[in-house]
């Protein structure tokens, strides 16, 4: 189960939020064992002010600090038969003692074994969907908060997953950002809409290679970045570091082989803390979690924990076996201890 256990290291905790003006059935929405995030709340009205300039932060060094805790994710994407995935949700129970207390996990099955997995999986795991739905052409904030279920052929909606009671859903992965066309402006908006519904979100940020050596990766994810922010409303910003984790996925390192190196992680991680801290708020840049994700693994895993500003793992294909995710998991004790927690 994913217990959000008490910030350990500091002094305002974004994590005893509570999201008051949640409607009435949102309230009464259980989301089972398996989320003890901060749901979204609902607010209508009022844009953020998220893309304006606010006074300049000192550099941002908190780790962890919305919820104290490491989190991990593993992103099964487009894999898995009825038996591949029985084994590997075998496997991962198995694995259950051994993973470390103080490591949220969550886990990312196809829509088509979503179900199974909720029914099957030790809710030590929390589920993820790998996507939701919101229509393109929605322009007025308002709408965002209309239902996105209908005749949408193919898609799933936000609404569904609150239904089933998925805790967490992954949106802008690279993937489909890049295979099916998915804009900065989309993304967006599906972030908006799943917290709107009380979805934590997992937003996947990250350059291409090309980028990268022309030297346009901060204007890249930064522009990524705004367009989440611009449509969470300043209100519900008090819930964005409980409710938002970012995953910093450098499209060149997917799949690859290829990590980045320690150095590149911590760089991206800490102007991703302080464009938060400059274009939100210090509160929020403080909250939010930066998992990096790209040919993470077992043997590499722990380099990259030891950094201050990685908060977790996303996970692609190391994470299909159950044993090797277990001890990415445990890359929580390293980063801890490399922190001074
Ligand atoms: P790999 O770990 O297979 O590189 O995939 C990373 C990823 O895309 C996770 O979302």
Partial sequence: MLTAAPPTTRTSSPTT???????ARRRTMSMGSS?????????????????????APSTV?????????????????????????????????????????????????????????????????SVCAQNSWVEADLVDPEHHYDSTTGAFTGEISAEMLEDLEVPFVLLGHSERRTLLGETDEIVGKKVAHARYHGLSVVVCIGESLEERE???????IFKQLKAVAKEIDDREHSSWGSSVVIAYEPIWAIGTGKVAT????????????????????????????IQYGGSVNASNCA????????????????????????????????HYKAVGR
Wanted: proline content about 2%; glycine content about 8%.
């Fill in 17 to 23: 939020t509570t999201t008051t003006t949640m409607s």
């Fill in 303 to 334: 380099d990259l924990a030891k950094l201050s500003d990685i908060d977790g793992f996303l996970v692609g294909g190391a994470s299909l076996n159950g044993d090797d995710f277990a001890a990415i998991c445990n890359a929580s004790s390293v």
């Fill in 35 to 55: 989320c003890a995030f901060v749901r979204a709340t609902k607010s209508r009205g009022t844009r953020g002010s998220a893309g304006g300039r606010r006074s």
């Fill in 262 to 289: 320690p150095e590149q992680v911590q760089e991206v991680h800490s102007k991703i803390r302080n464009w938060l801290a400059e274009n939100v708020s210090e509160d929020v840049a403080k909250a939010t979690r």
């Fill in 214 to 220: 022309n030297g346009t990766t901060f204007d890249v």
């Fill in 61 to 125: 060094r908190v780790v962890s600090e919305g919820t104290g805790r490491f989190i991990v994710g593993g992103n099964w994407k487009c894999n898995g038969t009825r038996a591949s995935v029985k084994e590997l949700v075998q496997t991962l129970n198995k694995n259950v003692p051994q993973i470390e207390k103080n490591c949220d996990v969550f886990c990312c099955p196809t829509f088509l074994h979503l179900p199974y997995v909720k029914e099957n999986l030790d809710s030590r795991f």
